[in-house]
């Protein structure tokens, strides 16, 4: 059984920095790939990095260079290390599981930025 909760989310201003984490209370955190999701209102939830199980990470363009993603398997914890925070980061941040095709998720954390 997978479930994630987020944490670290916040108010920050502009350029500033945030470090998201996850974590799983489960047992399975090491054998799936796992991702950052983040939603603003009114619009689709987009994927803002992606880990495998190996360790390769995907990371989309709008944060490429800014964000990264790591995974501690011994912790089960999953982190977003965001830096020079920009206002259209602003969103919710949802912690993603896919355990081989089924999708489990976190409640979200806010991440709001400030100009």
């Known amino acids: 059984q997978v479930q994630l909760v987020e944490s670290g989310g916040g108010l920050v201003q502009a350029g500033g920095s945030l470090r998201l984490s996850c974590g799983d209370s489960?047992?399975?955190?090491?054998?799936?790939?796992m991702a950052w999701y983040r939603q603003v209102p009114g619009k689709e939830r987009e994927l803002v990095a992606h880990i495998t199980t190996g360790g390769t990470t995907t990371i989309a363009e709008s944060v490429k260079g800014r964000f990264t993603i790591s995974r501690d398997n011994a912790k089960n914890t999953l982190y977003l290390q965001m830096n020079s925070l920009k206002p259209e980061d602003t969103a919710v941040y949802y912690c993603?599981?896919?355990?081989?095709?089924?999708?489990?998720w976190g409640q979200g954390t806010q991440v709001t930025v400030s100009s």
């Open positions: 993603n599981a896919n355990v081989f095709g089924k999708h489990y």
């Open positions: 489960g047992r399975i955190f090491s054998f799936v790939s």
